[in-house]
């Protein structure tokens, strides 16, 4: 009986150390040391290569020959890139519900750092941004034509972006507006920081 046990942990020990949840962060990571920077072509094509068959979060997969179910589709990830006028840099996503509405993060090298929302009405109180149990209450304008609004690249806002799973957005007066799949946001988020502000 002892034996079995002991054979029944050992089968399971190789199954739980593929669940770390920092495979994905040392191969990014990984890619950008062995590259020149962010901006290198050469570290997206590594990142996109080597680190999209790491999962962001750990899968909940069953143990002890339990058949598991078939994967979810997989959720839309946040892209990054320059923006058309050649200069800045962004991060975001757009929303799956057919409405085009839209939250990047968008930065200069060197300059300026704010959240854009695209698609949107402005009821003129703050909009509500729901990760997980926090709450945050964001004032945007329109002094770039979109709404707008000024936001340092270390901000608390932005690291609670790259931990999330789902992000809802609700208007001034508790209407929903969208909700956005936080995929991939904080490896998009930090790079497009990294490479503004490198």
Known sequence: MGRAFLFLI??????????????????IWRCLADSSGATDPRYHQCVERLCSAYPETPPGQPYGGAQAAPPAPAAPAWSTGVATDGFSRYAGI???????????????????????????????????????GLEYQLSFDRSRG????????????????????????????GAHVMDLSLNGAWAAIHNTVYACFQ
């Open 94 to 132: 757009v929303a799956q519900d057919g409405s085009g509405r839209s939250l990047y993060y968008m930065c200069t090298p060197h300059g300026l750092s704010y959240l854009a929302l695209f698609g949107v009405q402005n009821a003129g109180r703050p909009f509500r941004f729901q990760i997980g």
């Open 10 to 27: 050992l089968l399971a020990l190789p199954a739980a150390a593929q669940e770390d949840p920092m495979a994905l962060q040392r191969c």
């Open 146 to 173: 979109e709404l707008t609004l000024n936001m340092p690249p270390r901000s608390p806002f932005l690291a609670a972006l790259g931990q999330g799973g789902t992000l809802r957005i609700l208007d001034g007066g």
